[in-house]
């Protein structure tokens, strides 16, 4: 099965647009479309439903896209092996959470890119969070991720970052500003501001609420957790958060622990651990640690 129409196959089942995928791939679009015909042909299915306005996966294109990812990766594996000089080639997807500052990502990236200039590397940020990257590990259509959550998943590799303490986060004129520490309970009945569902700040949190039977009522959700405080200091909520999040200069806002019950957050990257850590998936982990800053946690 040929190289380059598996990965014409790939950037086309990521763009599902015929014009972006052909100018990634450095080919015409009459290129393009022949290659997916001959591998459709090939496989003696149908990979992706066109239309004058669309272009979508079928289910025997769903199928196949992580064999087609293996297939390519174990290809460039086995060419690095023997080659001269052991450089690196082929691709690698590293999945995001946005307003990652931990993480210096555009300075890993570019190391990665100047140490590893024959691989091919993206950069995609989840609008789903954590959930969303833990699918796209699966499916294959990212190596890497980095998340917000305490994963547990036997089928994941979960290198941990940093993890966050939880502490309530109310407006300084709130009624409980003054008290040394809170419950659960005492905060049950409030309207709360927090990330979307899929992200695992929320799951955190929700948890330990499920846990104690509590109600609790998300009435903004935010999808960047850094602007969670500036809803709060005008009092459209309360929220729980890494006290990091709060900057001791800003008198809008109060912080109190909780007394109760400890919630913890975890930010980890994450690889699959079912397969064999390529060297590419390798060589960027061992870059992690350099951009790692514990200043700017978010």
Same mark, same amino acid.
């Given at each position: ?135 796209? /590990?699966?499916?294959?259509? $990212?190596?890497? =991720?980095?998340? #917000? ?5 036997? @089928?994941?590799?979960? +290198? ?80 729980? /958060?890494?006290?990091?999040? $709060?900057?001791? =200069?800003?008198? #809008? ?5 909780? @007394?109760?019950?400890? +919630? ?35």
């Amino acid at each position: 099965m040929d190289k380059r129409r598996l990965e014409a196959f790939v950037q086309l089942s990521q763009e599902l647009n015929f014009t972006r995928a052909a100018r990634l791939l450095n080919m015409t679009q009459s290129t393009l479309s022949a290659a997916i015909r001959t591998l459709e042909i090939e496989l003696d299915v149908v990979l992706f439903e066109r239309s004058t306005r669309s272009v979508a996966l079928t289910d025997h294109g769903r199928l196949f896209l992580p064999h087609a990812r293996a297939a390519i990766s174990a290809l460039d594996s086995a060419k690095s092996a023997v080659s001269p000089s052991g450089g690196l080639k082929g691709s690698l997807t590293v999945g995001m959470l946005n307003g990652l500052r931990m993480i210096d990502i555009p300075a890993l990236a570019g190391d990665f890119h100047r140490r590893h200039p024959d691989v091919q590397l993206r950069l995609e940020a989840a609008r789903r969070g954590t959930d969303e990257l833990v699918e796209r /590990l699966g499916d294959g259509s $990212v190596d890497i =991720a980095f998340v #917000g959550s305490n994963l547990t998943d036997k @089928r994941l590799r979960v +290198i941990p970052i940093r993890s966050y303490k939880l502490q309530l986060i109310i407006p300084s004129s709130h009624s409980l500003a003054k008290q040394r520490s809170a419950t659960l309970d005492q905060i049950a009945q409030e309207p709360f501001v927090d990330m979307p569902r899929g992200f695992g700040q929320r799951a955190a949190i929700d948890g330990a609420f499920t846990r104690q039977a509590l109600p609790r009522s998300v009435q903004i959700e935010v999808a960047e957790l850094k602007m969670i405080p500036d809803y709060v200091e005008h009092g459209l909520g309360i929220a729980l /958060l890494p006290p990091e999040l $709060v900057p001791a =200069a800003r008198p #809008g806002l109060t912080v109190i622990p909780l @007394r109760d019950v400890e +919630i913890e957050w975890t930010l980890s990257v994450v690889v699959k651990a079912v397969e064999a850590t390529s060297r590419t998936v390798s060589a960027f982990l061992h870059l992690i640690p350099q951009y790692t800053s514990s200043d700017h946690p978010f």
